[in-house]
């Protein structure tokens, strides 16, 4: 089945420890999102990659990373300087038309981070 | 700035009821993408509608439908004889075509049915 993946399911870090989420799609989609979603909040944007090799920063970028060297992978780091990491986090994925942001994105499961 | 208001926080309503879920959107494009998207319980989003800025005709897809009126800056969500499956949190998002953020998100309504 066609689908976008995440992994793990849940997720433990310790304090000042580095931790990856994993994010997987065979949609042959070109664009892949991170969204960062809190109780009571809205989704908002941590990075996104629109082709292979090429990134951009969302609104709240900072204390995160990700490379994007498969056109199906779109890993997450949480690094030890975002210091409030505890959040529910959503994968997303899209055909990009070359312009403008008008297709629409389909989501995975989810990963959902704590902090111990 | 692109922008989405979901006034409704949560709403409750008894199954069989029909209820409206409100987005207000602010945009200064003049082409632009709205979507609705369900959040069951399960935590991921399942993908209801996307509409652009130059087809302002309802649509209905079975128990929902929607309405876009660009004079009011509005695309509402009803859900007609709602059913307890129904539950769910509800966002709406925007999407500018010359924006840099791809899609911009409201807060979301959460909206209880109760058999």
């Known amino acids: 089945d066609g689908g976008i993946t995440q992994s793990p399911k849940y997720l433990f870090r310790k304090e000042g420890q580095n931790v990856t989420l994993s994010c997987e799609q065979n949609l042959n989609h070109d664009a892949m999102y991170w969204y960062r979603q809190d109780p009571g909040q809205g989704l908002r944007l941590i990075y996104y990659s629109q082709i292979v090799n090429d990134f951009q920063k969302g609104d709240i970028a900072e204390g995160y990373s990700v490379s994007r060297e498969k056109k199906e992978s779109f890993p997450l780091t949480v690094t030890s300087a975002q210091k409030n990491p505890t959040a529910f986090y959503l994968c997303a ?5 070359g312009s403008g942001n008008r297709e629409t994105q389909y989501f995975g499961p989810g990963t959902r981070l704590l902090v111990l | 700035a692109q922008k989405v208001t979901q006034a409704q926080t949560e709403i409750s309503v008894v199954e069989k009821e ?11 494009d003049t ?14 989003l399942v993908f209801l509608i996307r509409r652009n800025s130059f087809d302002e005709q309802n649509e209905i897809s079975g128990r929902y439908s929607w309405n876009f009126q660009k004079s009011t800056s509005s695309f509402n969500f009803t859900i007609t004889a709602s059913q307890v499956v129904d539950s769910a949190v509800y966002f709406c998002a925007l999407s500018e075509n010359s924006g840099n953020t791809p899609l911009v998100f409201g807060k979301g309504t959460r909206l209880s049915v109760i058999a």
């Open chain 1, 93 to 97: 994925s899209s055909i990009w038309a």
């Open chain 2, 18 to 28: 029909d209820v409206t879920l409100d987005c207000v959107y602010e945009t200064r």
């Open chain 2, 31 to 44: 082409t632009y993408y709205l979507f609705w998207y369900k959040q069951p319980p399960s935590g991921e």
